[in-house]
């Protein structure tokens, strides 16, 4: 595979994706493709395969085939720290603070794989909360601080593709709704995002295209214009 | 009366010094690799002889040995994580448990066959032989100083790990290596790294040991239970219970030989049990 065929303004070119966790076989050839500056969501219901879609990319599942283009880059046989230097940023839906590390060393641990991070002061900036909170064990945050801080540190490390697993669950509509004033002003700013929500009303106003999954594949494609029309299918898709 | 019981708490904290140095080895090693380093002992031993033959063959002083030789088993170490730990990533750690096994036995079986059973002593070094009269008791200089350079080189790794970035990657690392290296971090190079240091503490401590006990293929067969005792009641992973347990410990059997000798050797693992009975965790040890 070469980067040839594949237009710049894609960020990422998935094709014919399989992922194993041991023996189980979750995807079964993902096809799906993001452009530059786009958000995209990734609805199915639980176990459809959307997190280990996610996790395929960063090579987080024991085995997978296929194809990854990152930004022109062929990442199927890449060991998974070299994945996120394409510039891959990930907030894991348990958000993986780790407990050991005070907020501020959970905040600056990671390398930076991009040249456009912010800096600490516009962090706080953007979640003030967590200025407070920097000596403060990783543990010791709430669900809501500890979901601040797993969007904060990806965005210091200048990634340009962000995935998101879940960041809304399980928390207050007033942190819910911090969240989507973030994911706009990152939108703003150019960053390519990848949302899994179960949460479709969040989702919903802020994504350019839906994709949606049942076991393991892609069964359909929803722009934006089309979204109003075809709520009621979605809902009985997602089932609620 | 008093002079005996200083004699043997003197003992006990160099036992419980190279039982720190050695405990903390195992438990970086653990709680990042997730492997039981069974040829910690043998490293130890490789240590004291390394430094032995640089001094018999080659001339090279225990100064000298004392920087050297962690180095040189210390990248034994790490070529042996790369070509042999590596494949069991992911696997039961009872493989990386039977594998360094394995690797202790062929080690004392070499060592034994190239150098015999008995012991080979080294000498004290010159700058601290002798001692100080303290009134009341004698203390050798050079055991002073096995207690000061462990405390030191302990402490030492211990704020590495707590104040450095590379000290905040491990501790990551120790919680969630998958993740962190999904953030970008080279994993696999930190375990080798780290399993390297490990191995080096142990070479360290047996170039410490050299001058004290007589450098024998099996001595780290004797001091290694002690060692596994320790780090079970200081809590596998845990960078400063593994410290200070290996100290007390070392205390402990002192103040045993004291009150009731014949009890010496039993009374550390009868701690052991009593801590997995009502802390399974260990002293230190978070639960995972």
């Not at chain 1, 590390?101 to 979640?127: C, D, Q, R, W």
């Not at chain 2, 590596?86 to 750690?93: K, N, S, V, W």
């Not at chain 2, 593994?242 to 039993?266: C, H, N, Q, R």
């Amino acid at each position: 595979m070469t980067d040839a065929g594949v237009p710049p303004a894609e960020v990422l070119h998935v094709t014919g994706l399989h992922a194993f966790y041991g023996e189980s076989h979750i995807l079964h050839g993902i096809d799906f493709h993001v452009k530059a500056g786009e958000v995209v969501t990734l609805l199915g219901r639980n176990g459809s395969g959307r997190t280990t879609t996610l996790k395929a990319i960063l090579g987080l599942v024991s085995r997978r085939t296929g194809s990854i283009l990152i930004n022109g880059r062929e990442a199927i046989g890449l060991p998974s720290h070299l994945i996120a230097r394409l510039g891959v940023g990930y907030c894991p839906e348990e958000r993986g603070i780790f407990a050991s590390l005070s907020a501020e060393e959970n905040l600056t641990l990671l390398p930076k794989v991009g040249s456009h991070g912010m800096g600490l002061e516009e962090i706080y900036g953007m979640f003030p909360g967590l200025n407070e909170r920097r000596k403060s064990p990783g543990t010791r945050l709430s669900g809501g601080e500890q979901q601040m801080l797993a969007m904060a540190r990806v965005l210091r490390t200048g990634s340009s593709l962000l995935l998101l697993d879940e960041i809304t669950e399980g928390l207050a509509p007033v942190i819910v709704q911090t969240l989507g004033r973030v994911v706009r002003r990152l939108r703003e700013r150019g960053l390519t995002m990848i949302l899994v929500e179960q949460n479709f009303r969040f989702a919903a106003p802020l994504a350019d295209r839906h994709y949606l999954i049942e076991r393991g594949r892609i069964t359909d494609m929803i722009p934006k214009d089309e979204l109003e029309r075809r709520v009621p299918e979605i809902h009985g898709f997602l089932g609620v | 009366m008093l002079q005996a019981l200083a004699g043997q708490l003197l003992v006990g904290l160099i036992n419980g010094s190279f039982y720190a140095l050695l405990s903390l080895g195992l438990a970086v090693i653990f709680g990042l690799l997730n492997v039981v380093n069974f040829a910690h002992g043998a490293q130890y031993m490789l240590g004291a002889f390394v430094a032995w033959i640089g001094l018999t063959y080659l001339g090279i002083g225990y100064w000298w040995a004392l920087v050297l030789t962690p180095l040189v088993v210390g990248v034994l170490g790490m070529v042996f994580e790369r070509l042999c730990l590596r494949r069991l990533q992911g696997l039961d750690p009872l493989y990386g448990l039977l594998l360094t096994f394995g690797v202790t036995l062929v080690l004392e079986g070499l060592f034994q066959n190239a150098f015999g059973i008995s012991g080979n002593s080294y000498p004290v070094p010159s700058l601290l032989q002798g001692g100080t009269n303290l009134g009341f008791m004698f203390l050798p200089r050079y055991r002073a100083w096995v207690v000061v350079a462990s405390v030191a080189v302990c402490l030492g790794s211990w704020l590495v790990i707590e104040k450095t970035r590379f000290g905040a990657y491990l501790r990551a690392g120790t919680e969630n290596p998958p993740l962190l290296q999904a953030f970008g971090v080279n994993v696999p190079v930190m375990f080798t790294v780290t399993y390297g240091y490990g191995v080096a503490l142990a070479a360290f401590a047996g170039v410490m040991a050299a001058p004290i006990y007589q450098v024998t293929p099996l001595m780290g067969s004797n001091v290694i239970m002690m060692v596994f005792a320790v780090v079970v009641i200081g809590g596998m992973g845990s960078i400063l219970g593994s410290i200070v347990t290996g100290l007390g410990v070392g205390l402990i059997e002192g103040l045993t030989k004291f009150f009731y000798a014949p009890a010496a050797d039993v009374v550390v693992f009868v701690v052991m049990a009593l801590v997995l009975l009502l802390r399974p965790a260990g002293f230190f040890g978070r639960s995972r």
